[in-house]
């Protein structure tokens, strides 16, 4: 395998669906979100996707089978929107690896009727405590209005988004589809629940879905008490919070 | 030479014939196996696998020849089954060069008429001592039960594969083909040849043949021997045997 | 996306036209005068060009929108001449990366009519200071009494050229397009914008256009008064500059 | 430019011709020899070697011309026979590269008519002095006894041979070739003009044709000289001399 390659499960084609992508990474948001979605929506799957640019592992499981690394579409119906959520283990780490796979990616969409690309991700702001932001960047200024009306936030996210989040949404203006990417305003160092509840919230009330936040809310509240007890630690030990890096993030957790 | 690439010697066809994969890994384990085997069962060479992922160097033979570094096929008879031996100098030991040439040893399994994939290697748990495990992780549930009759052990072996003995099954199952990835229970930090002979009794006990263990009895105690010096040692220094990281086992050896 | 590729947004064709490449590089000279170039010349863009080399990243801007990392072709009339200047926001730091970006950039040039290739770039000499030079290097050295004339000097100007200034004049010759190189003498640990004054300067003077040098005579001025101040600071303290290392200029700035 | 490519600038074909490969190496002795024998010989162009795999990078001549990084092929006659004289700036440093180009190489000597690839490099011992040995290695074993009858040793030289003085041979014998990798003894650190000269003899003496030594002759001598100072100064110090590592040995030069 030189190339990276989908394994179609289903062939069907939708109409105007829009491809949700929640992959590792910065906080593991997006990916927090996507799975969250499949299990709520019952999502099926609708296709694998190999890469020679994932690492060269496969997984031992509990019942004793192998389990490959890669990424896996699926499809759910929400509100009157065909949804394909994009999930995985990993992202590519390198350069080629991101353009290769960002580009069947949205070769796939375009066979499968996906219209819009809209990627999950976190925005490291290095901070702690409530209030966090849900930003938006679009690759076409029209579909800033809607979205500002949903109280998600524009140009105030500043400097670059490394990997599938930001790639996705330019490859597939390239292709003629629109890309909005949305970003949970996180401390990067963590994995961060309750910003992944706000993008969730941010989504679905963009596309006008409804998905049950219960199992959110209860992890989220585990890990609102785990951070405030650490919160207290460092207080009580006065060693200031250190700033989060974006460049250390590693893309795969 | 931009890609991987078998060079045939037979083109003979075989029947669902099994490939037996013993490469370079944790503990020498698979490539003690495969090299036994090739020695015993007197198997034929009937192909080399040339690849820009091995190492650009030759070696020097004692005879004054050059040696490439290289991957090799091996035929022999095993009982009622055909085998088709895989053992070489190195694994590639960057992703895209395992997938390439993974996905080109499965090409040629299915051309020769290969049905099952079975990868030999080692699952270093940093233990010294006898009585160690033989584990399997398969790519169809279906295959466990006859595994198991055998005394192999299931869904105890944890975390990842790294290399071909991992992927080779994923790839075969993407083609149709059964993957069983056999893992001889090891400390992982030297070359284990009673780990390797247990693995070749579950092997030959689950493909029904005869095979002459003298040799590696042999190397097994020489083997054994060194072991308990070591020990002795450690005991009398107080060190005490340091946990042996998977992450750190050099792939060429 | 697995090779770079060129998306034209005008299809024009050319006659006799003058590629002038300006990238980021040495003192960011290139890039500055290429910068200047087409806002004063008023260039309108005619093709972009995406590469799997350059880093899979995107940029957030203050509106909102997301705007990939890329290299732009821009046309403009100078006097007779058709220039058509290339810029952007990295060069590809491997070899792979710039000879397949080289490759492309030339073949595009043979497609649009361009005759000769004229690269703009810093030669670092570790000098602060004025009375800096303007070196040339050429494919054929038929080109080389015309800009002798101008002043600027052959056979001084010693070592390799890393990247695309070295690269394109290069790949351009191979393909029977003639080539000049351009290096502004600067230091080499800041943006000089008073040696991508002088370097432009040359290359009117070559071709023979004018051009408004007022917003550059500004910022050099600002750069020249910076600069003072560091030296004053270096005598103060005592401290020799140090030698600038070639090897150590990062190419994305 | 994706792939490494051959540029010819004769077409002629030769007949049973010799391939000579002195590329930078170990003690610099293949290329120190192959710049003799083009010198010597009144050896013609006939082709240029460019690849990706080369680095990114051109050179400034003292004449204000832009010189590629390239490998060269000559042509001379020697004595009855065609010698085909690759020799360059560069050995490609990754096992892609070095995979990739042996096999243009190959191919191209397929085309042009060369029947047998002799390689020249170094064995470095780590030894200082004189009496050092000259080293072969065949792809065929009929191709031995001939060498021996020059005093030239089979089966005393160790290990491996990285680069393309071992994967040439091999990639010839692929192709239906004959191959055969001189090596001259040498420290290693440093150049050694006075084991090039015994290797050209060795070859000269095995393709029976002249070649004046008197330029050789100089350079080795100077090179003694400065050597004999530092053994001595050495000796004085009474610090041993190092063993040389070959896997530091760089191969640009």
Redesign the interface.
Known sequence: ???SKI?EISSKKYKDAYLIVGLPGIGLIGKTVADHLIKELNAKKIADL?????????????????R?IKNEFYHAKAGKNDLIILTGDVQ?I???????I??IIVEYCKKIGVKTLITLGGYSSGKLGDNKRVF??????EL?PKLKKLGII??K???????AA??L???GK?AGLK?I?LLGETHGAYVDVASAKDLLIALSGYLKFKVDLKQMDKKAKEGEQMLKKIEEELKRTMIQTPEFSKQDVSYIR
Chains 1, 2, 3, 4 share one sequence.
Do not use: R, W
């Open positions: 395998m030189k190339d394994f190999y890469s020679p640019h994932f690492p060269h592992q496969v997984f031992m499981t509990g019942s004793g089978t192998l490959a590519a390198t350069s080629p690896g991101q353009y290769e960002s580009g938006a960047l679009v690759t076409d200024k800033i524009f140009g996210a500043k400097g670059s988004i490394v990997g930001g790639m949404p330019i490859f390239l890309g990417c």
